[in-house]
């Protein structure tokens, strides 16, 4: 998550869209750049452009798409962050024939992420602006309030979202934002909604979260230190160790989502850059996925979801030139956890 820049800030608080900054992926809206360049272990695979999603909101003043994640008959559901009142921030998109359709919209939420549930099949939206988990009809209807309120004692900035494999949510907390500090959290809500766990605090604004590929334990980012940690799980979803995994030299950019394939290399999207970062499970950088240099206007790659059982990559990317899609061969297949948060 990242702080708005004045101008959509005031339009979304007014809109009563925000308790204070939202959306994103940094602290500050940036030009690309900053990362170094690849070393000779790594490679730079050149992203392709599908097709335009979204323009920059009038009433906003920017556009950000977050998500993404594959239904299992195929489509591909995003969010539009940034999207004021009455205009799409559910989209579904169909990647083979290029088209792209609105499946909701509403009044109220700032949604940063989309997951489909392995347990009951619905789409779960993190609202980070009023620290509320909702789902939805796969067809975009039906919105529940799946959760709200405090966790011990605080109100969550749900960022981004894991479900286990029994369709236990856990999910990425970015508390202490705006304030600059370790504030953020992950917490574990029982599928049923009726309990809520912080598995660990004092984090920097903590974004993207992805289990492993074995689901032996979480791949978390945190977002102002630019650093990748591991939290290793008991057999109950509980917190057993942690550690910094990884620390990403991102320069001027900022560590966002995470999706994991099904060898366990890690993809962390970026802001302040369009750009995504590949490492092993071992923290080795593999490759950086580019857009064109040729693309301008766009200046963050959040998000990545992998096509189930495939290698074909679909990677979110936005700035004041509006939200793509863009496409790459993954270093692995696609499994739930290459849905990035």
Known sequence: ?????????????????????????????????????????????????????????????????????????????????????????????????????????????????????????????????????????????DRRTFFAGEVDGARMNPDDIAFDEEGHLYVSDSRGLSEGAAHGRVVRIDRDGGKATVLADGLAATNGVSFDEAYRGLWISELTENRISYLRLGDGGEVTSRHTAIRVDGGIAQTDSIAVDADGNLYQGLHGRPAIVVYDRHGERLATVEVPARAEGLDSATNVAITPGGTKAYMTVSGPGGGYLYTFDALGKGTRQSNGG
Not at 20 to 38: D, N, V
Not at 109 to 123: I, V
Request: aromatic share 4%; with cysteine.
């Open 1 to 141: 998550m990242r702080r708005l820049p004045p101008r959509p800030l005031a339009v979304l608080a007014t809109a009563g869209l925000l308790a204070s900054a939202i959306a994103g992926c940094g602290t500050e809206s940036g030009a690309p750049g900053g990362l170094s360049a690849p070393g000779a272990t790594t490679g730079t695979i050149r992203a392709q452009k599908v097709m335009q999603l979204t323009r920059t909101h009038e009433e906003t003043g920017m556009t950000l798409l977050e998500g993404p994640a594959f239904h299992p008959d195929g489509g591909l559901f995003v969010v539009d962050v940034t999207a004021p009142p009455g205009k799409p921030k559910v989209l579904r998109v169909d990647v083979r024939r290029k088209t792209v359709r609105a499946v909701h919209t509403d009044g109220r939420g700032a949604y940063t992420s989309a997951q489909f549930s392995p347990y009951d099949g619905r789409l779960y939206l993190t609202d980070y602006a009023h620290g509320e988990i909702v789902s939805l009809a796969p067809d975009g209807g």
